[in-house]
């Protein structure tokens, strides 16, 4: 067995999930024909195997990173709430540019909530499902008290980062204040949307 081919094997499943993922990506955006895709992926992946074998990709290049990216409460009303503080963008309008600044490698899962309750339980499920291999977390004013959120970042052994759209520091006083971010990896405040991007780059980046 040539090294190439030996090393092909060896991330067979990595490469058929990112076949998959890409080509449905593809399919519905720029190929109306898929059997094009599938004979361009064929290509690809013969080109992968020189690559490999040449040690100028590694294993990880292949493996699909799932982000989850939660927002508390009242997030939902962006393009609404404070436009002169939040924007005048949409969840749904941020959560589609942050998806165009992903690469290939990364899936994204977004999940809102304005109870304090159901954002606990989705933390927890990423630690006892293991349905995310990463968590983006903008916690909204749970920020600053919800000790329970701050418990259950603390059980997953996952990367997190806490985002905020605004710059909390020049706010007011009680904005100041994150309970939450002692159990976050770092903290991305003030850069709006484009916020969620340069965590999940530095998540990507630290992988």
């Not at 290049?61 to 939040?86: A, C, Q, S, T, W």
């Amino acid at each position: 067995m040539t090294k190439e081919k030996e090393l092909l094997d060896d991330i067979k499943d990595e490469i058929k999930t990112l076949a998959c993922d890409l080509f449905k990506k593809y399919q519905k955006e720029a190929f109306k024909d898929g059997k094009n895709y599938v004979k361009k992926m064929e290509k690809d992946i013969k080109r992968w195997g020189k690559l490999l074998a040449l040690g100028e990709l590694s294993k990880k290049d292949f493996k699909i990173m799932k982000v989850l990216i939660i927002n508390g409460p009242n997030i939902n009303m962006l393009g609404i709430r404070e436009p002169d503080i939040y924007g005048k963008d949409t969840l749904e309008t941020i959560n589609t540019k942050i998806l165009s600044e992903m690469s290939e490698n990364v899936q994204l899962e977004f999940f809102q909530s304005n109870s304090e309750a159901e954002v606990i339980e989705r933390i927890q499920k990423i630690a006892v499902d293991k349905t995310a291999d990463a968590l983006v977390i903008n916690p909204a004013a749970l920020t600053h008290y919800s000790i329970a959120i701050k418990d259950a970042l603390k059980i997953i052994g996952v990367p997190k980062i806490e985002v905020h759209l605004s710059n909390i520091f020049s706010r007011e006083a009680f904005r100041h204040t994150s309970v939450t971010a002692s159990e976050c990896d770092a903290v991305i405040s003030g850069c709006g949307w484009y916020g969620y991007v340069l965590a999940i780059k530095q998540i990507e980046r630290k992988k």
